[in-house]
């Protein structure tokens, strides 16, 4: 350390040093001269240098106090400050149920606070084997390992969780996080905490079944919904067989159409793993295969370029009934049942929007469309969407649609 470093970091006492060197220099230089100058005679000399030593002893004496005094307010504000410090930690370990622990390696000294012996019901501090006995055996090898691992440098902290059994025989669960300063080699100390994590651990696991719970009903309700659906399109399948209008039967089967799109969705609800979102892609291509199976066109096919897109209730319901009318008006109007081919491209724009496109082989549109319930029924659900829909011809009937899907 250099004598500048040195200053620096002694400012105080360099400079009360400083003081009372000028001050006695100055005091005996000067002070010799002015008693030769006012006294003559030996014994008149003799008492000026006695008063001017006190002098100098009470000057000398006025700085000392001043600096004591000043050296011990600033003892006592820090005091101060390291009692309500500690105070303030003592409250918040115990708020937090937390405790301190040290243990040094060379002497096995172990140490710990009083918070610590209240997690742990003890009376007063013990050796490390107490605390290590305290834990219950199926964790012991795996707190051991952890340790052994810090002290021999392979993880520069442990952080686990375990159970320990208190003094009176209550087990309670406990987090503790642990470090060693294995640069240290004067202390080779290691330094970490204990907190009683009993209750929260708790919570969490009545949360965990709270959810497991919630999860089983909404995929119950969704179970439930589809099979009712089913029930209510197997009676108007049963109803098709007895009407003789073709027109009342095309209703019947747009209406199990429809009824059709909204219980595949609990469907796939019910086998999702998140029971909110369905894969949009896969829930298409079951519109698809519903459709065919229903107007019974084997000779039609299917062309799929699927994207990744998880979509909602609330978006799934709307764009399901939309894709289904454009999926059947297809197979009714622009194929009329026979043979031919249905694109169906979905991709993802990036913006949380997706795009549909579905184009058939078909005669296309005519010039004049005429908006029955089935076009209605579009229109309303694009504008309860945020959708927007374009009809063309291309080489056959094209249907574009662009609907948002996300949120964010």
Not at 25 to 45: C, E, H, K, R, Y
Not at 55 to 76: E, G, L, N
Not at 358 to 383: Q, W
Request: charged content about 25%.
């Amino acid at each position: 350390m250099t004598l500048i470093a040195w200053l620096r970091r002694n400012a105080t006492a360099a400079y009360t040093t400083l003081i009372y060197f000028a001050v006695s220099a100055l005091w005996i230089l000067g002070s010799d001269g002015i008693v030769t100058q006012l006294f003559t005679t030996p014994q008149d000399i003799l008492v000026a240098s006695i008063i001017k030593g006190w002098v100098y002893v009470i000057i000398v004496s006025i700085f000392i106090f001043r600096s004591v005094s000043h050296a011990v307010k600033q003892q006592r504000a820090a005091s101060k400050i390291q009692e309500i410090s500690e105070r303030q930690l003592l409250r918040a370990e115990h708020m937090a149920t937390m405790g301190w622990w040290s243990y040094h390696v060379d002497t096995e000294i172990f140490e710990a606070s009083q918070e610590f012996l209240d997690i742990l019901g003890l009376p007063q501090v013990y050796s490390r084997k107490i605390f290590d006995e305290m834990i219950l055996p199926e964790f012991r090898e795996m707190r051991e390992q952890h340790y052994t691992d810090l002290l021999e440098g392979k993880t520069d902290t442990y952080d686990i969780y375990f159970k320990v059994r208190r003094l009176d025989g209550k087990v309670i669960d406990v987090h503790s996080k642990a470090e060693y300063n294995k640069e240290d080699r004067k202390a080779r100390i290691v330094q970490g905490t204990l907190q009683d994590v009993t209750a929260l651990i708790t919570q969490e696991t009545m949360l965990r079944h709270a959810l497991e719970d919630r999860e089983t009903l909404l995929r119950e309700i969704h179970h439930r919904v589809k099979n009712n659906l089913q029930i209510i399109m197997s009676i108007l399948n049963l109803e098709v067989d007895d009407i003789r209008n073709d027109q009342d039967k095309i209703i019947f089967e747009q209406t199990q159409a429809r009824l059709r799109s909204i219980s595949l969705i609990h469907e796939h609800l019910y086998n999702s793993p998140s029971l909110s979102h369905i894969d949009l892609s896969l829930y298409i291509q079951d519109l698809a295969r519903f459709a065919i199976d229903l107007y019974g066109c084997s000779g039609i096919q299917f062309t799929f370029d699927p994207a990744n897109i998880m979509v909602s209730l609330d978006v799934a319901t709307p764009a399901g009934l939309i894709i289904m009318e454009v999926i059947t008006n297809s197979i009714r109007h622009g194929l009329s049942r026979q043979e031919g081919i249905i694109d169906i491209s979905l991709s993802d724009l990036h913006d949380g929007r997706a795009l549909l496109i579905v184009k058939d082989s078909g005669s296309g549109f005519p010039e004049i469309i005429t908006e029955g319930l089935g076009t209605k029924l579009i229109n309303a659900l694009s504008s309860q969407l945020r959708a927007s829909i374009k009809r063309y011809n291309d080489n056959g009937a094209v249907v574009e649609i662009c609907f948002p899907y996300s949120t964010n």
